[in-house]
């Protein structure tokens, strides 16, 4: 199966150029013309590395029709390599956010779905057996009932990809959307601070709460946190409530290299099972994980907290009440 890491701008780029390397039947192509004024041959230099093939163009990376891409490019390159990679007939996983705005993101859902590929979310929690668990055990309310309320956190230290809300809250709110089955969010209300950031207007705390249509409650906090550690989240129902971690911990400490806590966990990299999954459902022609319009969704919600923030009142995401899944 022909895979294509498509741009080294985002952060884990090289991670999943590692992991398909290491799968057994990828056969593993990776571009990156457009480069880094400050590291132009990023690119190039991982796929020397790994022994992959390298294209220098576009162009040249689309003739060689991909079975499947993972789209890590600058937020505003998304749309472009998304349209051009549905055009190929190739599935899509993309990192978030789709794209900037609204209108470029809708416009990449459309065309996957016109082209019959897939477009997938890189929300690694939403895949692997722990987190679909969780989902049947909701599902069923054989245990927890009707589900009203649902708590998450993600504290993940200060990363590259802006503030709180951009690089953590995403996480939880995909989690949230595939448990609820793409319910639409009535009413969002948010709250920021800027206490820990470096930069101006780059919040490093944020409080999130969303009313969905179907009454449900979320809360979810996407602060920078001292420890890197996977979502956690708490489903409550109307008899239960039931906990989910995405990375257990272990063995707790502090590490004196990096000055911040740490802990081991156990398991798979959830990144490559995500990759895995993701592959295995492009070679049946099916869905993993969430897709387009879940993106789509939580960014209408990102939006809404951002619009709430600067005027201090609850606001209701605009865009229809449903997205094509």
Not at 63 to 91: F, I, N, Q, W
Not at 170 to 189: K, N, S
Request: glycine residues 10%.
């Amino acid at each position: 199966m022909k895979v294509a890491v498509l741009s080294f701008a985002h952060e884990r780029a090289a991670t999943y150029a590692r992991l398909l390397h290491e799968m057994p039947d990828v056969d593993l192509v990776l571009a990156d013309p457009d480069g880094a004024p400050d590291d132009p041959a990023r690119g190039r230099d991982t796929a020397r590395r790994l022994g992959s093939a390298y294209a220098d163009s576009w162009d040249e990376l689309f003739a060689l029709r991909p079975d499947a891409v993972v789209v890590t490019s600058e937020t505003d390159r998304r749309r472009e390599l998304v349209e051009r990679a549905a055009a190929a007939g190739a599935h899509v996983l993309c990192e978030h956010p789709l794209a900037a705005d609204e209108a470029d993101a809708l416009a990449m859902v459309r065309a996957c779905e016109n082209a019959g590929v897939r477009l997938s979310l890189a929300s690694p929690t939403c895949f692997g057996p722990a987190f679909a668990a969780v989902r049947r055990q909701i599902e069923s309310g054989e245990v927890l009932g009707g589900l009203t309320t649902i708590h998450g956190a993600y504290n993940r230290p200060q990363t590259a990809q802006g503030g709180a809300l951009d690089a953590n809250a995403p996480a939880l709110l995909d989690m949230v959307d595939t448990v609820l089955g793409g319910i639409a969010a009535e009413q969002v209300y948010a709250q920021t601070n800027h206490i820990l950031g470096t930069e101006p207007g780059i919040e490093s705390a944020a409080l999130v709460s969303v009313r969905y249509a179907d009454g449900t409650v979320v809360s979810i906090d996407c602060s920078w946190g001292p420890a890197e550690g996977g979502p956690a989240m708490t489903f409550i129902g109307d008899r239960a409530t039931a906990e989910f971690t995405a990375s257990p911990r272990l063995i707790g400490g502090f590490d004196s290299a990096t000055s911040r806590e740490r802990w081991e966990t156990r398991g798979d990299d959830p990144y490559a099972v995500m990759l895995g999954e993701f592959l295995a459902a492009a070679r049946q022609g099916t869905g993993a994980g969430p897709d387009g319009a879940t993106g789509v969704r939580t960014l209408r919600i990102i939006r809404a907290a951002r619009a709430s923030v600067r005027t201090g009142q609850p606001v209701e995401p605009a865009g229809p009440h449903t997205v094509a899944s």
